[in-house]
């Protein structure tokens, strides 16, 4: 079974300032995909980063990154010079071979101005 | 732009009615769309894969003669809540897997249904 596990429900941060988003998961593929979706009051789902677990360089977009270390399953998401737009939830997900995602629970994420 | 469209966007319907929710990817095919259910602060849980052509295949607990699904083009898959209940009432997302213009062929998310059963 593959699980992915969020362990901060929530996460406040400074505009301006850089905050990290934990996320850990199991999987027994060799081949898989990790994802951060972002999750505005609108709740429409966007997709922030995708990382292919075959590729060491950590994916990058913009002020989004993320440090993804395979073997302690750990994809963790770093926001740089944040803005009172990232506030959302943020989902960490996994999607194996057979393109099913699977979700963990949920950061909510709080810029203060 | 939105890649994928949900119709209605919210519904409100009266218990023991049926409410077919409308998912459909624009300008790219979609072999497989999902549809999941969220309740409020919470995760999105997946209920069931739906596939063209062929039956969807549904998580486990997620009751099948409830929750009708069709897939019935490359474009269109539709989630049926039958004979609702208040306890029905949530926030259903679809998503299709695909490749969208430029991009990566990845998982597209619907803008959401709001279902409020009376």
């Known amino acids: 079974a593959q699980t992915v596990t969020q362990s901060q429900p929530e996460m406040s941060v400074q505009e301006a300032e850089t905050v990290t988003l934990s996320c850990t998961y199991d999987t027994s593929e060799s081949d898989y995909y990790l994802f951060w979706y972002k999750q505005p009051p609108s709740r429409q789902m966007i997709l922030v980063i995708r990382?292919?677990?075959?590729?060491?360089q950590n994916a990058t977009e913009n002020r989004f990154s993320v440090n993804f270390q395979k073997a302690a399953k750990s994809f963790s998401l770093k926001i740089s010079d944040s803005q009172l737009g990232d506030a959302a939830m943020y989902f960490c997900?996994?999607?194996?071979?057979?393109?099913?995602?699977?979700f963990g629970k949920g950061t909510k994420l709080t810029v203060n101005p | 732009g939105a890649v994928v469209s949900q119709h209605p966007s919210r519904v409100i319907c009266k218990s023991g009615t049926s409410v077919k929710i409308e998912c459909r990817s624009l300008d790219f095919q979609a072999t497989t769309m999902f549809w999941y259910r969220q309740f409020p602060k919470k995760s999105l849980m997946l209920m069931a894969t739906s596939n063209e052509g062929s039956k969807a295949t549904y998580e486990q607990g997620v009751e099948k003669d409830k929750f009708l699904i069709n897939h019935a083009s490359l474009t269109l898959s539709t989630l049926t809540v039958t004979s609702a209940h208040p306890e029905d009432s949530s926030f259903y997302i679809c998503s299709a897997h695909g490749l969208a213009g430029a991009g990566e062929e990845t998982q597209y998310f619907g803008p959401g249904t709001r279902l409020l059963v009376l």
């Open positions: 997900a996994l999607q194996g071979g057979s393109e099913k995602l699977v």
């Open positions: 990382q292919e677990a075959y590729k060491q």
